[in-house]
Each structure stands twice: as C-alpha cells, then as structure tokens.
C-alpha cells in the first residue's frame, strides 16, 4: 500500500509506491520522459496530513528526508513531462504541455480510485517554452491555500498534497524563494490535451486511445453508449456545467479560463491568478494580464461553453468521421444544453441561498432585482446571504448596513421576506469565511518572508468556511476606498 506504515521495528515504509502507470502505458506521444531538477536544501513548508491519508500514505514517513526527497521526485522512475496545447485568451497555442511541471507518478486511494502526483515548479522540461520552469513560494502557497478553502466548500478541486521550499531563488522582478508544489488530481486531462492530439499531432489513432482512457478513467458510462464520443462530450458538458454554477456561488473568480485549464473530470484546477470575489461586480477581474476582461466573474459560464466547443472540434473525428457535417450537428446538439444546465444548477443554489427552498414564487425577478442591488450599492457577495439570513430573523439592520444607501435595500427585502425565507437554510450553504485578498495577500508575504504563522492561522480558517467565530480579518468586508486587487500566476 502507498505509504503503508509497517509494523514496529521493521523496516521503515517507503515514501511513495506507486500504481500501475496508466498514462505512460497507455498514451504514448502524449508525454516526455523527464527528471525533475534537485532541490539544493529542501525544507517542508506545508503537508496535507488528510491529502496524505486520502492516497493511502503515511505523513510522518513523508515529513522525512527521504519522503521529501520522493515528493521532489528524486529516484522516482518513470517521471514525464505531460504534452498538451490549448485557446489562450482565445488564441491557440498547438504546443504547451508540462512547461514546469511533472507528472509523479499514479497512486490507488482508499477508495480504489486513481490519483494523480503531480509536480509543480520542479524545473525546465521541453515544453517550457523559454520560462525557467521554477515557481516561487507565493504563488504555491496561493495554490494550496485557495484548493484548501475550495475543497472546504464542497467544490470539485486538486488537492495540494505538499508545498516544499527548495533552497533556491527565483527571479520574478525581484528574487524570490523557490518552491514545488506537489499536487493530488483525478488526473490532469484536459480540453488542450484533445486539442494537442487532434490539431497539433493530428493523430487519429491516438485521438482513440486517448478518448478510450479519458473515458475508462472518468465517465466509464460512456463506453456502453452507441457513439461514445458523443456520451463523453456529454458528461463533459454536465460536469463542466455544475463546476461553473459552484464556482458562481461562492463568488469565484479562476483568473485564466484557457482550454488547457479546464479538466476533463471536472475538477478544478490550476490556482494562479484566482481570487474570490469581494464586492460584487459582474466585471470582476483579477488576472494581471486579463486586460480585455475575457475571464471576468460574469463571463466564466459564456468561457466554459467556448471552451467546450473547442472539445468538441477536437472529437468531432470521432464523433462521426465519414459524416463531419451530421457529427457537429450532433455535438452542437449536446453543447447548446449548457446554459439550461447551468441555469438549472446555479437557480437551485441561489434559491438555497436565499433560503427560498420552494422557489420564489410570483417574483420572478426577485433574484435578478438582488443582484442589481447588490452591484449599485457596491456589497460584498459573501457577506450579504449571511446578513440576509440575520435579516429573516428579525435584524432589521444587517443587511442594510452592509449598503452605501441602506434606505436603497428596503423594497427588495420586504419582497424577499414575504416569501417566508428559511434562515436556516441559508446559514447551511452560505460561508461565513473566504479567504479574503487582503488576507491572503498578507498571508503570502509573510510565508515569503519566512514566517508561516498568518499563513497558517489562514489555512486554519477557510478549512472552516461555516464557523462563527472565526477572526475578523477572515469576515471583514474590504474598504470601500480600496482599490482593484491584481493577481499573478508567478511564471
């Protein structure tokens, strides 16, 4: 078993074993051979004891220096950089890939299901594409802390299994300390993966292969299906649907959207220039180079269905190779039911929300009439649902009050109240803590400055998303003078 302890005075578990290497075995062409570089002083910043637990591995075997020295990948065999391409900002990109990254190798969880280990910022592979393959510790530690509050909120996500420091500097304007991220995925398969294969390779037969692993590995249903491609596409779309809706929920914002981003599974992935939204606004963005706002807040379920549509160019061969016309006729059927199924999604979660668990009634534009308010007088996303449910229970004054004009919110709230709202409801879906910016920011610089305490008390808090007494720096809205808050993805 990975990680298995053995018994007292035999000889120590290793660090990592590891399953069958499915992908290697399977999907040759979609991967290089490669070796991570060495770490010249590793020192363990962050381990995800339950993360460990979940693959089957002993954390106390991992804390040691040859488990760290297994998760930077050191005389691990069979370690490959992963190819791919992918729609950047809406332009492709036919050659990406495992830039500065490693695929680790597959373990079996406690639930038989296969896991990825992937390594993050482990140095330069062929696909690197001019970049130093390194990451510095900021940005892994976002990655860790955001998957940690996603995965707490019952969101679809990796997991990051490790954060390690590796004792070297990398240079992003100023020198920063290195690290590597060590993450936990249902594998790394993405839309750019299909895309890589069908428009950069043009390789029909592994195309196939490819589509019979995706499939084995994550939507088995589609195999009995007349046309399996067709039934995959599907269960993309479904996933993708309800990821999207989630995200939308608790005011999440992925920062870059590109097709080599978004999973097959459903999961999210990939934790660079994201935050949660604060105020809210429908143009939120956050990415340092979203100028356009292609990724903004309002815009990520109109991206996810694009995204889509390029899937289904990449498995249209599949779909119906002597037919193209009749396939795509056939695909654009199954994309054209995202939005319902967002919609369906989203509707249901907002109406928990709103504790409205009934529906709204006659006041169908209750919630459209919310959101409005909620962008005209500039109030904090998370933090209206909480005051909101304190609202049904009589406090006249908390919702208001979170209002520039808390005259402005009267009329929605009586429309709102005359639905007979379930405060209890409400308080069992919406957070009390995110890991809000300001914090996050201050957690990260401190972590970079080698001091974990804030990042740890942070880390401790968005674990707990429901809990009432958390910190006030964990529950605070930002001030309203504040100005827009930037994030990087630290390449």
């Known amino acids: 078993?990975?990680?298995?302890?053995?018994?007292?005075?035999?000889?120590?578990?290793?660090?990592?074993?590891?399953?069958?290497?499915?992908?290697?075995?399977?999907?040759?062409?979609?991967?290089?051979?490669?070796?991570?570089?060495?770490?010249?002083?590793?020192?363990?910043?962050?381990?995800?004891?339950?993360?460990?637990?979940?693959?089957?591995?002993?954390?106390?075997?991992?804390?040691?220096?040859?488990?760290?020295?297994?998760?930077?990948?050191?005389?691990?065999?069979?370690?490959?950089?992963?190819?791919?391409?992918?729609?950047?900002?809406?332009?492709?990109?036919?050659?990406?890939?495992?830039?500065?990254?490693?695929?680790?190798?597959?373990?079996?969880?406690?639930?038989?299901?296969?896991?990825?280990?992937?390594?993050?910022?482990?140095?330069?592979?062929?696909?690197?594409?001019?970049?130093?393959?390194?990451?510095?510790?900021?940005?892994?530690?976002?990655?860790?802390?955001?998957?940690e509050a996603m995965h707490a909120l019952g969101i679809p996500t990796t997991r990051a299994l490790a954060v390690i420091a590796t004792g070297e500097t990398v240079y992003r304007e100023v020198p920063l300390p290195g690290a590597v991220l060590v993450r936990v995925a249902d594998s790394h398969l993405r839309v750019g993966t299909f895309e890589y294969v069908a428009k950069t390779l043009r390789d029909g037969e592994l195309l196939g292969r490819l589509l019979d692993y995706a499939i084995a590995r994550h939507?088995?249903?589609?195999?009995?299906?007349?046309?399996?491609?067709?039934?995959?596409?599907?269960?993309?779309?479904?996933?993708?649907?309800?990821?999207?809706?989630?995200?939308?929920?608790?005011?999440?914002?992925?920062?870059?959207?590109?097709?080599?981003?978004?999973?097959?599974?459903?999961?999210?992935?990939?934790?660079?220039?994201?935050?949660?939204?604060?105020?809210?606004?429908?143009?939120?963005?956050?990415?340092?180079?979203?100028?356009?706002?292609?990724?903004?807040?309002?815009?990520?379920?109109?991206?996810?269905?694009?995204?889509?549509?390029?899937?289904?160019?990449?498995?249209?061969?599949?779909?119906?190779?002597?037919?193209?016309e009749v396939a795509a006729e056939k695909a654009t059927a199954i994309l054209d039911t995202f939005p319902a199924r967002f919609g369906e999604h989203w509707t249901a979660g907002v109406h928990a929300k709103l504790g409205l668990t009934a529906g709204v009634g006659e006041d169908e534009a209750l919630v459209d009439d919310l959101l409005g308010l909620l962008h005209d007088e500039e109030v904090d996303w998370t933090l209206a649902f909480r005051a909101l449910a304190s609202t049904a229970r009589g406090d006249t004054t908390a919702f208001a009050g979170l209002a520039r004009d808390p005259a402005a919110t009267t009329g929605w709230v009586q429309r709102w109240l005359a639905c007979s709202p379930n405060p209890d409801v409400m308080d069992a879906v919406n957070p009390v803590v995110i890991p809000r910016n300001e914090a996050v920011e201050d957690a990260l610089a401190h972590a970079t400055a080698g001091d974990l305490g804030p990042y740890e008390r942070l880390v401790d808090a968005v674990r707990r998303p429901f809990a009432t007494d958390a910190a006030p720096a964990y529950t605070q809205p930002a001030e309203r003078d504040a100005g827009d808050y930037v994030t990087y993805c630290g390449t």
């Open 219 to 324: 939507h088995p249903h589609a195999a009995d299906a007349e046309i399996s491609a067709l039934a995959f596409f599907d269960a993309v779309v479904a996933a993708q649907a309800e990821l999207l809706a989630r995200w939308m929920l608790v005011g999440f914002v992925h920062g870059v959207m590109n097709t080599d981003n978004m999973t097959i599974s459903g999961e999210t992935i990939d934790y660079g220039p994201c935050a949660f939204m604060e105020r809210y606004d429908p143009a939120t963005v956050f990415s340092s180079i979203d100028h356009g706002g292609r990724y903004a807040y309002g815009r990520q379920p109109l991206i996810a269905q694009w995204n889509l549509a390029r899937l289904a160019e990449a498995l249209l061969p599949l779909i119906g190779a002597d037919a193209p």
């Open 1 to 147: 078993m990975f990680g298995a302890r053995e018994d007292e005075g035999a000889a120590p578990p290793a660090p990592l074993t590891f399953s069958d290497p499915t992908y290697v075995r399977e999907l040759e062409g979609l991967f290089v051979p490669w070796t991570a570089e060495p770490a010249p002083d590793p020192r363990l910043l962050v381990l995800e004891d339950n993360v460990a637990r979940d693959v089957g591995a002993d954390a106390e075997a991992l804390r040691t220096p040859a488990g760290i020295a297994a998760l930077l990948g050191e005389g691990v065999e069979g370690t490959v950089a992963q190819g791919y391409a992918g729609h950047q900002f809406g332009a492709f990109s036919p050659r990406l890939g495992d830039g500065r990254a490693l695929l680790l190798g597959e373990v079996l969880d406690r639930d038989g299901r296969r896991r990825d280990l992937h390594l993050k910022g482990s140095g330069r592979t062929p696909f690197a594409r001019g970049g130093d393959g390194k990451a510095p510790v900021g940005p892994m530690l976002r990655e860790h802390v955001i998957s």
